[in-house]
């Protein structure tokens, strides 16, 4: 059985199942960890600057999305001291991994990720060119 992420209730679901044949738990991140960096070097008043009116109408900011993900981690936690074979996409992710399960046999897969995931320079806010990045 292979369980694609941990943003949904399918690990908690699948762990109450008695005689499971072998899972196999895939990954690309972790929200509770990405939580910490969810704003990236955003100020407050940069990241207030982002709710617009569909933020406001859908009750959906960069601050309620954060939050969310920081809700979620202790059931992405349990899932992932649930299962003792998981594969990730990074050595991030990996380390993440193994510091919540100790036990774990993480597997690695570079399935989605383009190699620029991994070479791209970090972005540096004070540094970019003013641009809009627009997403949809």
Known sequence: INIWGTEGNWGLLLKKIPDLPPVLLCM???????????????????????IGPKEIIKRNSIFQQRSSFQKWKPSEDEIIKSYQNICVQSQWTAAHIASINKDAKIYHNEIVLRQSFYDSEQWNLKSLENKTVFFF
């Open 28 to 50: 690309q991140g972790i929200k509770g960890a990405i939580s910490k960096f969810y704003f990236g070097d955003l100020t407050t008043f940069q990241a207030l600057k982002t």
